[in-house]
T-cell receptor, first 109, second 115 residues
Framework: QKEVEQDPGPLSVPEGAIVSLNCTYS??????FMWYRQYSRKGPELLMY????GNKEDGRFTAQVDKSSKYISLFIRDSQPSDSATYLC?????????FGTGTSLTVIP | DTAVSQTPKYLVTQMGNDKSIKCEQN?????MYWYKQDSKKFLKIMFS???????INETVPNRFSPKSPDKAHLNLHINSLELGDSAVYFC??????????????FGPGTRLTVL
């Protein structure tokens, strides 16, 4: 079983839709949870970073962590064509980082 | 001003050759990493150095050898390249190794194609 599971998609939504991206994990030692956005032929860039269970909001993005269920989510409100990218979840314990396989998102104008 | 930079951006070479990829970060971070991203976009860690010291060495063929001349640089040397080495290699850096708020910043990637 992989440490981090993420549905690869692809996910295609109309502009303005609310997007929900999810990851599950098996290692209860994970302490820090991150979402990265990767545009085609670019390196991943950090979008959101959370530590505790609960929600964290940044503009149109909301990251949610449920440690009891070992489940994290990223919500994108009012999605834009510029949000079209691959979204990777990542988790950290100590000096080890583990990434999901990424979900490919296309927002259609 | 680029935070994490890699050279070259593209590398096309023949099987059996030896090649190097260079990485530099100007963020003042203590820890640097090399990742391999395959065609299915899966990011897998290969190595991590903290203050020039190897701290993560995943199951990677010993044809891959990282070298850290100082904490701002982490180079990756690959001997006897094979077709399966074709991938995008990402360098990343982070402030520390454990505890506290810490996350990674990635370079633009080096797309390696082995013919």
């Amino acid at each position: 079983q992989k440490e981090v599971e993420q549905d690869p998609g692809p996910l295609s939504v109309p502009e303005g839709a609310i997007v929900s991206l999810n990851c599950t994990y098996s290692n209860s030692a994970f302490q820090y949870f991150m979402w990265y956005r990767q545009y085609s032929r670019k390196g991943p860039e950090l979008l959101m970073y959370t530590y505790s269970s609960g929600n964290k909001e940044d503009g149109r993005f909301t990251a949610q962590v449920d440690k009891s269920s070992k489940y994290i989510s990223l919500f994108i409100r009012d999605s834009q064509p510029s949000d079209s990218a691959t979204y990777l979840c990542a988790m950290r314990t100590g000096n080890q980082f583990y990434f999901g396989t990424g979900t490919s998102l296309t927002v259609i104008p | 001003d680029t935070a994490v930079s890699q050279t070259p951006k593209y590398l096309v070479t023949q099987m059996g050759n030896d090649k190097s990829i260079k990485c530099e970060q100007n963020l003042g971070h203590d820890t640097m990493y090399w990742y391999k991203q395959d065609s299915k976009k899966f990011l897998k860690i290969m190595f991590s150095y903290n203050n020039k010291e190897l701290i993560i060495n995943e199951t990677v063929p010993n044809r891959f050898s990282p070298k850290s001349p100082d904490k701002a640089h982490l180079n990756l040397h690959i001997n006897s390249l094979e077709l399966g080495d074709s991938a995008v290699y990402f360098c990343a850096s982070s402030q520390g190794t454990a505890g506290g708020q810490d996350t990674q910043y990635f370079g633009p990637g080096t797309r390696l194609t082995v013919l």
